[in-house]
C-alpha cells in the first residue's frame, strides 16, 4: 500500500471538476482488494477517489482519508449470458479505456468469464461498445457507477444503472459483497445484505424516486428492488467497488450531424419536431447563441478546438445528432430535410461526417463549451475570486413542461442581472444553463437563482440533479425532493450499512447531524 502524507496545498487528490478544494491528512493507494480491506479495517473516515472527474465535490475529502483506487485499472475478461456481452472491469477503467479495447479486441491477459466469450467477441465484424456516454470519456466507471452518470445517449440508452450486470464491492466491516442482478432482492421495501457477523436487515426509503425523468437526487429505490441497484448511484456511501461487470452492445456505424439555425428559438423548435418526424437519433443536444459564441472564442483562443470546422457566418444555434448508417438512411435525412428547412436551416449547410477523425472533431465542438467554462472558473478561483466555483444547473423536466422550464431559466437569471448559456441534453428535457460568473456577487446571486430554478423543476415533475449526481454540494436539492422524513430515510439505510459513518461522509445527504 503506498501512503502519502503532508499533501500539498495543490494536491489533485483533494479537489475535483467542482473546483472546490478540501483537506485530507493522508492518501492511501491500495495495489489489491487485501490492501482495500486493510485500509476500511484501519481507517476512521475514508473519501474514496477515482479520476475526480465529478461536479459536486463527491471526491472532495472533507478531512480523513484519501483512498485512490487508481491502481486499480485493468479490464479483467470478458463473458456472455442471456442478455449478451458483458465486460468485467476494475473501477478506475475509464469509459474511453472500455471503448477503445472493444473497438480493438486484444484480449492478451484477459480472461474468458463463460466459455468462449472472447473468441466470439473477436469474431464480431464491427466490434462492440459501451452506449453509456457520460460526455468525460476520461472519468472511472467505478465513479460512473457510484453516480449513476448518463450523458446524451441516455436518449436511447438510458443511465449506467441499465448496464450493470454485477458488483464485487468492500463493506463497512471489511467483508465482500459479490453480487449479481437476481442475486439479492428486497422483499417490497426491505432490504437484507450479508455481513460477515450476518445479514443487516433495513428498510429502504418510502419515497417514489422519479424514474420519468432523468435523475440522481437521492438514493434510487423501489419496490423489491435489485441490490446491484443499491450501490449503483448511492455516490459511495456504501462501499468500495473493487470490480463490475458492464453490458456492452455491437457497435454499428454512425454519421454525426450538426445542423444550424438561424436563432435559438428556431434550434428550440427543430428540437421539439424530431419526434414528430418519424426519425430517432442517438442523441439530441441543443447550443445556443451564447454558446456557439463561446466556441467560436475558444476556437480562436485554444489550440485544443483550432482543428474544429468552420461555422456557417450566419449560424445563431445548432443541434448535434448522430444517426445509424444502415438502410433507413437515406430516407431518415430525406424526412429531415423538410422539417430542418421549416426552421430556416439547411442539410447542405451543416457539417456531417462519418470517419472517426470528422466525429471526433464535432465531439471537440460539443465539449468546448463546458470546457471553456470550467478553464474559466479555474482563472478566477485563481485570481480575483478563491471562494468561487461553478455554477451549472442540472436540472430535467418532463418534455411537455420543457417549454415552461426553459422560460423560467431566462427569467430568473435575468431577473438577477445575470448572463447565461445554454446547450446540452435538449432530447431528455435536460439542457444545461451555466451562468456566467464575474466576481463573488455573482456567484452569490446565482446560488440564489439556482435555488429557485432547482424549486420550479420539482414543481413540475422534474429533478434539480439529473446526472451529476449530488456529492456534498447539493445535499439541500436533496431535501427539496424528499423532505426531512426522506433525508432521515436515507440517513437509516447509511447506519445500518455503514454505522461508523466510514464511507464519503457528506455525501448525498449530509453528515449523521449537520
Known amino acids: 500500500m503506498i501512503r502519502l502524507t503532508d499533501l500539498p496545498e495543490d494536491s489533485p487528490y483533494t479537489i475535483d471538476e467542482c473546483k472546490i478544494r478540501g483537506r485530507a491528512d493522508e492518501v492511501l493507494i491500495p495495489v489489491s482488494e487485501a490492501e482495500v480491506i486493510e485500509a476500511v479495517k484501519g481507517c476512521a473516515s475514508i473519501t474514496i477517489s477515482g479520476m475526480r472527474t465529478g461536479m459536486c465535490g463527491g471526491s472532495v475529502p472533507y478531512g480523513g482519508t484519501v483512498l485512490s483506487m487508481e491502481r486499480f485499472d485493468r479490464i479483467l475478461g470478458v463473458g456472455k449470458d442471456a442478455r449478451g456481452f458483458f465486460v468485467r472491469v476494475q473501477p478506475y477503467v475509464t469509459v474511453r479505456q472500455l471503448n477503445d479495447f472493444l473497438r480493438k479486441r486484444v484480449f492478451d491477459g484477459i480472461s474468458d468469464i463463460t466459455e468462449g466469450a472472447a473468441e466470439e467477441m473477436k469474431s464480431h465484424p464491427e466490434g462492440f461498445f459501451y452506449p453509456v456516454d457520460p460526455t468525460e470519456l476520461n472519468g472511472s466507471l467505478g465513479g460512473n457507477i457510484a453516480a449513476n452518470a448518463s450523458g446524451p445517449r441516455t436518449y436511447k440508452y438510458g443511465p449506467t444503472r441499465n448496464w450493470v450486470r454485477r458488483i464485487r464491492a468492500v463493506l463497512s466491516d471489511g467483508s465482500v459483497l459479490d453480487i449479481a442482478r437476481g442475486d439479492i432482492r428486497a422483499k417490497g421495501r426491505t432490504m437484507e445484505i450479508p455481513f460477515s457477523d450476518g445479514p443487516r436487515r433495513f428498510d429502504l426509503p418510502t419515497y417514489q424516486f422519479n424514474t420519468e425523468v432523468k435523475n440522481t437526487a437521492g438514493l434510487f429505490v423501489e419496490d423489491d428492488m435489485d441490490a446491484v441497484d443499491l450501490f449503483v448511484g448511492s455516490e459511495g456511501v456504501f462501499g468500495i467497488?473493487?470490480?463490475?461487470?458492464?453490458?456492452?452492445?455491437?457497435?454499428?456505424?454512425?454519421?454525426?450531424?450538426?445542423?444550424?439555425?438561424?436563432?435559438?428559438?428556431?434550434?428550440?423548435?427543430?428540437?421539439?419536431?424530431?419526434?414528430?418526424?418519424?426519425?430517432?437519433?442517438?442523441?439530441?443536444?441543443?447550443?445556443?447563441?451564447?454558446?456557439?459564441?463561446?466556441?467560436?472564442?475558444?476556437?480562436?483562443?485554444?489550440?485544443?478546438?483550432?482543428?474544429?470546422?468552420?461555422?456557417?457566418?450566419?449560424?445563431?444555434?445548432?443541434?448535434?445528432?448522430?444517426?445509424?448508417?444502415?438502410?433507413?438512411?437515406?430516407?431518415?435525412?430525406?424526412?429531415?430535410?423538410?422539417?430542418?428547412?421549416?426552421?430556416?436551416?439547411?442539410?447542405?449547410?451543416?457539417?456531417?461526417?462519418?470517419?472517426?477523425?470528422?466525429?471526433?472533431?464535432?465531439?471537440?465542438?460539443?465539449?468546448?463549451?463546458?470546457?471553456?467554462?470550467?478553464?474559466?472558473?479555474?482563472?478566477?478561483?485563481?485570481?480575483?475570486?478563491?471562494?468561487?466555483?461553478?455554477?451549472?444547473?442540472?436540472?430535467?423536466?418532463?418534455?411537455?413542461?420543457?417549454?415552461?422550464?426553459?422560460?423560467?431559466?431566462?427569467?430568473?437569471?435575468?431577473?438577477?442581472?445575470?448572463?447565461?448559456?445554454?446547450?446540452?441534453?435538449?432530447g431528455n428535457g435536460h439542457p444545461h444553463v451555466e451562468i456566467i460568473l464575474k466576481d463573488m456577487d455573482d456567484f452569490e446571486k446565482a446560488k440564489k437563482a439556482y435555488m429557485e430554478l432547482a424549486a420550479k423543476a420539482v414543481e413540475l415533475g422534474g429533478s434539480p440533479s439529473a446526472e451529476h449526481g449530488i456529492g456534498k454540494m447539493k445535499v439541500d436539492y436533496v431535501r427539496m425532493m424528499y423532505g426531512d422524513g426522506g433525508m432521515e430515510q436515507m440517513r437509516a439505510v447509511k447506519r445500518a450499512m455503514d454505522p461508523g459513518y466510514l464511507f464519503n461522509p457528506g455525501n448525498v445527504f449530509g453528515g449523521e447531524a449537520e
Open 241 to 426: 467497488i473493487t470490480e463490475a461487470d458492464l453490458y456492452v452492445i455491437p457497435a454499428y456505424p454512425l454519421i454525426s450531424s450538426i445542423v444550424f439555425l438561424p436563432n435559438d428559438g428556431d434550434a428550440y423548435a427543430l428540437s421539439r419536431d424530431f419526434a414528430g418526424s418519424g426519425v430517432t437519433p442517438e442523441f439530441l443536444e441543443f447550443f445556443d447563441s451564447g454558446s456557439l459564441d463561446l466556441i467560436r472564442s475558444s476556437r480562436r483562443d485554444d489550440p485544443r478546438f483550432t482543428e474544429m470546422p468552420d461555422k456557417p457566418d450566419n449560424a445563431g444555434s445548432a443541434l448535434f445528432f448522430d444517426l445509424p448508417m444502415d438502410a433507413s438512411l437515406k430516407e431518415n435525412f430525406g424526412r429531415l430535410e423538410h422539417v430542418i428547412e421549416k426552421h430556416g436551416g439547411s442539410l447542405r449547410d451543416s457539417w456531417c461526417g462519418y470517419e472517426l477523425r470528422d466525429r471526433q472533431r464535432f465531439f471537440a465542438f460539443r465539449h468546448a463549451v463546458p470546457q471553456s467554462i470550467f478553464d474559466y472558473v479555474a482563472r478566477l478561483k485563481g485570481s480575483s475570486a478563491p471562494g468561487i466555483n461553478k455554477m451549472g444547473t442540472d436540472m430535467s423536466v418532463p418534455l411537455e413542461h420543457l417549454d415552461e422550464m426553459m422560460a423560467a431559466y431566462d427569467k430568473v437569471i435575468t431577473r438577477y442581472g445575470l448572463e447565461y448559456v445554454i446547450f446540452g441534453h435538449i
